[in-house]
C-alpha cells in the first residue's frame, strides 16, 4: 500500500540522548516535511526538503536536524534530547499543492 | 505571528444537523487552502482543497468556502455523522520554489457530532 512508513511508533526518551525517527514513502514525491503536534499548538513545520539532497528550516527548527540523501527517505534527528521536545512527530510527502499532504501515522516521543 | 487562525477549539453538533468550521488568514500570498482530518492516533488526512482564485468547493457532504477579501474561508459538513467526528486542521499554502509548496496550519477545531 503507497504511503508513509514512520518508525518508531512510539518512544520514551532520556533527556541528553541522540534519536532518530525514520520516515520512509514509496509515492516518488519530491516534497517532504516534519511536522510536531502539540495540543493548543497545532502542526508546526519542523524542517522540510523540496527534493533529493536539500534541506530547508521550518517554523521550529532549533534541536533538529534531517537529511534527505534519496527521494524515499527523510530521517529527522534530535541530537540531544530536551524534554520540551515532547511531541507527536508527523511526516508528511506531498505532489503539487492541491492534492495537499500524505501524512505518516506519527511518531509519539517523550523526552524523560 | 499566527498566518491561519482557527479560532474555536470545539465544536459539538447533532446528527444530520450541519457543521461549521470557521478559518482566518492573514497572508494574501497563499494560493491554496486545505482542510485537514485528525483521528486519535493517526495522520491528518486530506479532506479538501480550494484554489484562492475560486470561492466555493464541494465534494459530497463537505463544502469549502472562500471569502478572500475577509480572508476567511469555512468548511460546511451537510449532514453531519457520528463519524465527523474528529480534529480538523485549516491550512494554507505559500509556493516555496520549483513545484513545491509549504502549509501553514492552524491550530485546529476539535468535531464532536452527537448522535
Known amino acids: 500500500i503507497a504511503g508513509i512508513t514512520q518508525a518508531p511508533t512510539s518512544q520514551i526518551l532520556a533527556a541528553g540522548r541522540r534519536m532518530t525517527l525514520r520516515c520512509t514513502q514509496d509515492?516518488?514525491?519530491?516534497?517532504m516535511y516534519w511536522y510536531r503536534q502539540d495540543l493548543g499548538l497545532g502542526l508546526r513545520l519542523i524542517h522540510y526538503?523540496?527534493?533529493?539532497?536539500?534541506?530547508g528550516k521550518g517554523e521550529v527548527p532549533d534541536g533538529y536536524s534531517v537529511s534527505r540523501a534519496n527521494t524515499d527517505d527523510f530521517p529527522l534527528t534530535l541530537a540531544s534530547a530536551v524534554p520540551s521536545q515532547t511531541s507527536v512527530y508527523f511526516c508528511?510527502?506531498?505532489?503539487?499543492?492541491?492534492?495537499?499532504?500524505?501524512f505518516g501515522s506519527g511518531t509519539r516521543l517523550t523526552v524523560v | 505571528d499566527q498566518q491561519v487562525k482557527q479560532n474555536s477549539p470545539s465544536l459539538s453538533v447533532q446528527e444530520g444537523r450541519i457543521s461549521i468550521l470557521n478559518c482566518d488568514y492573514t497572508?494574501?500570498?497563499?494560493?491554496?487552502f486545505l482542510w485537514y482530518k485528525k483521528y486519535p492516533a493517526e495522520g491528518p488526512t486530506f479532506l479538501i482543497s480550494?484554489?484562492?482564485?475560486?470561492d466555493k468547493n464541494e465534494d459530497g457532504r463537505f463544502t469549502v468556502f472562500l471569502n478572500k477579501s475577509a480572508k476567511h474561508l469555512s468548511l460546511h459538513i451537510v449532514p453531519s455523522q457520528p463519524g465527523d467526528s474528529a480534529v480538523y486542521f485549516c491550512?494554507?499554502?505559500?509556493?516555496?520554489?520549483?513545484?513545491?509548496?509549504?502549509?501553514?496550519f492552524g491550530k485546529g477545531t476539535l468535531l464532536t457530532v452527537n448522535p
Open positions: 497572508n494574501s500570498m497563499f494560493d491554496y
Open positions: 508528511a510527502s506531498s505532489p503539487d499543492k492541491s492534492g495537499g499532504y500524505t
Open positions: 480550494i484554489s484562492s482564485i475560486k
Open positions: 526538503s523540496n527534493t533529493a539532497g536539500t534541506t
Open positions: 509515492m516518488r514525491h519530491n516534497a
Open positions: 491550512a494554507a499554502s505559500l509556493f516555496s520554489g520549483g513545484s513545491n509548496y509549504k502549509l501553514t
